[in-house]
């Protein structure tokens, strides 16, 4: 029964994957699958058993060789779980999503457990005398009992919906993908030791693993995040979950039929993410997701290269190359990022993932720009971060991203017109002076902020005039009660509000008529965002300009013509600096969150707009851990009804 089960899920596979073929070609477009074809994978995949990516625990040299401060860290991390109890996972936590929302109180012992059994295991496999495992047992044990690796915030994906995990029916979401990679890499590493222990263990791994992931990925199509659909729109969870996937395939997928199918569905998929991007390789998600995005389809390519001995490489692509350097492309300084979107402005950069992509490209920027942030984590005592998946390239890789030279990019302009960015400093190379960035794009973006036209001003390194960014998830975040939510609000973005009407979401609210310009005086964005405004603003045109005038100021020039006189127009700015007001017509702003302090003046126009400062409270963790307790929300609002002007906000030192 099973024998036949699995040749009948082979031939609708390989059935798929023959009409995907047909379907999908596009010219002009990188597509992974039709580059490596079934034929060609049936020669090229190192086949499950003799596939060694990594030194297994047993392998004791290439353990005890690694340097002696990495090996410290991590087995002072993995001590920390010793006679660990596990942190209970009852249903009615997991219910706490459906009936108020809350995300977190389930999300943070899962992931506990799942932090736990990874710092247990690289303990284990550092120091290899055997003391870990019985804590590691009880994590893989534990694990393999819960009814679902997913987060209940993604139930929707089951037919039966939010609520509790339906136990007939595997769904697979980033974090049940994730938990998956975790087993698989335990199974791998620690092999015939926990068989001394039970066979019982792995064979237990091996089940969960087929049933929870490897069969429903196999012979399911309508996971969102495959993009095989019509019109299915994919982001970072496609790269993401396939990265676990694939790691789990070449792992644990004992037959080579069913694993050359899947790494064929897989690279389908992939493909699908990939021509998603535009030529610049700009990410609308942000910053904070190039971990997730590009970075994780890095993982993806990295595994195929190694399990093909390099046979499968496309990193010779120019869109590949671009992805990469997106995100020192919206780098600002130290910790600072560009954070449009679902964006923190502080990022951790997985520092291993980003020197590593730059070397396999060749980008000698963005392997300084991860050995600069390696300099960075390791001031935290945080080497090695993110799945064991990540966590083995960045442990053997570790002398080597010590030994490199590091160094911020800090490019003096940038422009992705895919995403419609903008970014420019005062000069090139330094932090020092101004620095602006400013967007277009539309409202529908993935992780989308109702924002276009929205721009950020740092001076000396520090965030002058800022994008708040995003609070901690809720079942509010994703749902069509989202615009609900301020930080997503243009209300709460450096914009405009005529008579109480702010931006509105959805694909036709977008910039119009956008142009960039650049030279060694200045950067300019110009564009029209009256197509962001439902038609209840009575906007015909709203003409922004944000301006460099390098080693000078920051102009924003809003001009506008409404369809009728607007009774009040409030124009936001948003900062964590302490603001006042110094003279009529002059605000000061001054930040003294870094080693030195930076002062910025905004002069505008007294006799047409008036300033009035409102304080928000800061109460969310992740907003706190950028911004402080508080924010300042500047609104400068019509003195007299209007309907045409030109208005003009210099920035300055």
């Not at 493909?271 to 610049?280: A, C, G, H, L, T």
């Not at 392997?367 to 945080?382: C, Y």
């Not at 197509?531 to 603003?537: D, I, R, T």
């Not at 019509?638 to 030109?646: C, F, I, L």
């Amino acid at each position: 029964m099973k024998i036949n089960r699995c040749l009948k899920s082979v031939f609708v596979l390989m059935l798929f994957i023959l009409l995907l073929n047909q379907s999908m070609a596009q010219p002009g477009k990188i597509s992974l699958s039709e580059s490596y074809p079934l034929s060609i994978l049936q020669n090229s995949i190192i086949k499950q058993q003799n596939y060694h990516p990594f030194p297994r625990s047993d392998e004791r040299t290439s353990w005890n060789a690694l340097p002696e401060n990495a090996r410290r860290l991590l087995i002072e991390r993995g001590e920390r779980y010793l006679n660990y109890a596990y942190p209970a996972l009852p249903a009615t936590l997991f219910l706490e999503f459906a009936r108020d929302g809350n995300r977190e109180n389930f999300q943070k012992p899962q992931r506990e457990r799942r932090d736990a059994l990874a710092s247990l295991l690289l303990g284990e496999c550092v120091e290899g005398t055997g003391r870990f495992f019985d804590d590691i047992v009880n994590g893989i044990w534990t694990i393999c009992e819960e009814s679902y690796w997913g987060v209940p915030a993604h139930l929707s994906m089951q037919q039966r919906g939010y609520g509790l995990p339906d136990p007939t029916e595997h769904t697979v979401d980033l974090f049940a993908a994730e938990t998956g990679g975790l087993l698989a890499w335990t199974s791998y590493l620690l092999g015939e030791k926990l068989d001394r222990i039970s066979p019982l263990i792995r064979e237990r791994i091996q089940l969960e693993l087929e049933k929870r992931i490897l069969t429903p990925c196999l012979e399911r199509d309508d996971f969102w995040w495959m993009g095989f659909r019509p019109d299915e729109v994919v982001n970072n969870w496609n790269p993401w979950v396939n990265s676990n996937w694939l790691t789990i395939v070449l792992l644990n997928e004992k037959d080579e039929t069913r694993r050359i199918g899947a790494v064929s569905k897989i690279m389908k998929s992939l493909d699908v993410f990939i021509n998603s991007y535009p030529e610049d390789g700009g990410c609308d998600e942000g910053p904070v997701y190039w971990n997730r995005a590009a970075a994780s389809l890095f993982d993806c390519l990295e595994l195929l290269y190694s399990a093909t001995n390099g046979r499968i490489n496309i990193y010779n692509e120019p869109l590949i190359h671009e992805m990469g350097r997106y995100i020192y492309r919206v780098h600002i300084a130290d910790r600072y990022f560009i954070n449009f979107a679902d964006a923190s402005a502080k990022v951790n950069l997985e520092s291993d993932l980003a020197f590593r992509y730059g070397k396999r490209i060749g980008d000698d920027r963005l392997q300084a720009f991860g050995a600069f942030f390696s300099r960075l984590r390791r001031q935290d005592e945080k080497f090695f971060e993110g799945s064991v998946g990540r966590q083995l390239p960045a442990i053997f890789n570790f002398a080597e991203i010590n030994a490199a030279a590091a160094a911020q990019p800090l490019l003096r302009d940038v422009w992705m017109p895919g995403i419609q960015v903008m970014t420019a400093r005062s000069h090139n190379g330094t932090p020092n002076g101004l620095y602006v960035a400013a967007k277009g794009g539309h409202n529908a973006e993935s992780h989308n902020h109702n924002d276009i036209g929205n721009f950020i001003i740092y001076l000396d390194g520090l965030p002058m005039i800022i994008d708040v960014g995003v609070e901690t998830y809720t079942k509010k975040t994703f749902s069509p009660r989202r615009y609900e939510i301020w930080t997503m609000q243009s209300a709460f973005h450096n914009l405009p509000k005529i008579d109480g009407v702010m931006q509105h979401n959805g694909r036709e609210f977008a910039a119009r008529n956008v142009e960039y310009t650049s030279d060694d005086a200045v950067s300019q964005l110009k564009l029209d965002i009256a197509g962001a405004y439902p038609a209840e603003a009575g906007i015909d045109q709203w003409t922004r300009t944000v301006r460099l005038n390098r080693g000078d100021n920051v102009l924003v020039i809003d001009e506008f013509g409404l369809n009728r006189q607007a009774q009040q127009i409030q124009m936001t700015l948003m900062t964590a600096c302490d603001a006042s007001i110094s003279e009529p017509g002059i605000i000061s702003l001054i930040n003294t969150s870094g080693a030195q302090s930076a002062q910025l003046n905004i002069s505008f126009d007294a006799q047409k707009l008036k300033a009035v400062f409102e304080e928000i409270r800061i109460d969310d963790p992740l907003l706190q851990s950028v911004w402080g307790d508080r924010i300042t929300r500047i609104l400068l609002t019509t003195t007299v009804p209007v309907q045409n002007d030109t208005w003009t906000l210099k920035f300055s030192p």
